[in-house]
């Protein structure tokens, strides 16, 4: 929603991000609230983790967000080009993930979007959640008649199913992601990802990468489980038996690649590689498909035969 730029701070001396969408007459009047929206709702939340917004505001009927300028790749492209990192430096990355969610989920501010591209890393070193253009608080009443919002091969079984989404939600969400990251490969691959998410279970650790010691295969275990309550409660709690679990991890002696030069968030080409199925599950996601932002209620009802609050 919207497109990313660099620009100049002149006043202060910086370079910034600027967010910008157009907010004439023919602009739904929803999509422009999720827009304002999203800038204070990240704006109430500083966190090293968590992008910082400047500024927002609207000049000759276009809407604009100022906020850090990031430097580095998003998630995505790690994925998609298969860049080097050492498996230690991803579980740290993921961690500080799990920390900016749980420091926004003490906030009472549910992401419900989070995916490769929603992830980045800045400074080769620093994980930062952005974009919260689709979060909700608890008494938030934005939504999109006949939409489950989101996007589908990230979504969690109960956002899927189009029920209240919390804080576990996110975290299932993230963890998708954090597999995928780790390994290569998406745990839920195959023809219909949100139908797996919902029916089937994912793929085990060991069986993408048997490198990667057992801790961390139950981890994800647990992360992925469908029930809510059996899932990890708090980002914290996720994010410190990660740190436990990288003290097995033995790293094989790779050249890590560098980052990209300047980037943007949201600045850099949204189209989705996919990335590569896992051993056991030989079709791979569909690259049109990976990162649609959104899945509709017939969609969801015709391709998985479900309706909503059914089990």
């Known amino acids: 929603m919207g497109t990313v730029h660099r620009a100049r701070d002149t006043v202060l001396d910086r370079d910034v991000a600027i967010k910008v969408m157009r907010t004439g007459p023919r602009v739904d009047e929803e999509i422009r609230n999720?827009?304002?929206?999203?800038?204070?709702?990240?704006?109430?939340?500083?966190?090293?983790?968590?992008?910082?917004?400047y500024d927002l505001g609207e000049c000759d009927e276009t809407a604009y967000i100022a906020m850090e300028l990031l430097e580095g790749l998003d998630w995505r492209l790690v994925i998609?080009?298969?860049?080097?990192?050492?498996?230690?430096?991803?579980?740290?990355?993921?961690?500080?993930?799990?920390?900016?969610?749980?420091?926004?989920?003490?906030?009472?501010?549910?992401?419900?979007?989070?995916?490769?591209?929603?992830?980045?890393?800045?400074?080769?070193d620093q994980a930062k959640i952005l974009d919260f253009g689709l979060a909700r608080m608890p008494t938030s009443n934005l939504t999109l008649t006949g939409k489950i919002l989101g996007t589908p091969n990230y979504m969690a079984p109960e956002q899927i199913l189009g029920r209240r989404c919390d804080a576990r939600s996110d975290l299932f969400s993230a963890s998708i992601v954090f597999f995928e990251f780790l390994t290569g490969a998406h745990p839920?691959?195959?023809?219909?990802?949100?139908?797996?998410i919902v029916d089937g279970e994912p793929e085990l650790l060991v069986n993408v990468d048997p490198m990667l010691p057992d801790?961390?295969?139950?981890?994800?275990?647990?992360?992925?489980?469908?029930?809510?309550?059996?899932?990890?409660?708090?980002?914290?709690?996720?994010?410190?038996?990660?740190?436990?679990?990288?003290?097995?991890?033995?790293?094989?002696?790779?050249?890590?690649?560098?980052?990209a030069p300047f980037a943007?968030?949201?600045?850099?080409?949204?189209?989705q590689g996919g990335p590569a199925p896992s051993p056991s599950q030989q079709i791979p996601l569909s690259p049109e498909a990976a990162e649609s932002e959104t899945l509709t209620t017939v969609d969801a009802e015709r391709?998985?035969?479900?309706?909503e609050g059914r089990d």
């Not at 943007?264 to 189209?271: I, K, T, V």
Request: charged share 30%; aromatic share 6%.
């Open 264 to 271: 943007g968030p949201g600045s850099q080409e949204r189209a």
């Open 303 to 307: 391709e998985m035969g479900l309706r």
């Open 80 to 124: 998609k080009e298969k860049r080097r990192l050492p498996a230690t430096k991803k579980i740290e990355l993921i961690a500080q993930t799990c920390q900016g969610l749980s420091h926004a989920h003490r906030h009472s501010i549910i992401h419900r979007d989070l995916k490769p591209s929603n992830l980045y890393i800045h400074g080769g």
């Open 188 to 196: 839920f691959a195959g023809p219909f990802v949100p139908r797996r």
């Open 215 to 259: 801790s961390l295969g139950a981890i994800f275990e647990k992360a992925l489980s469908k029930p809510p309550d059996s899932r990890y409660q708090d980002g914290a709690e996720l994010a410190n038996d990660l740190l436990e679990a990288a003290k097995e991890v033995i790293d094989e002696e790779v050249a890590v690649d560098e980052p």
């Open 34 to 53: 999720r827009f304002y929206r999203e800038a204070r709702l990240g704006a109430r939340l500083q966190h090293p983790n968590i992008v910082t917004v």
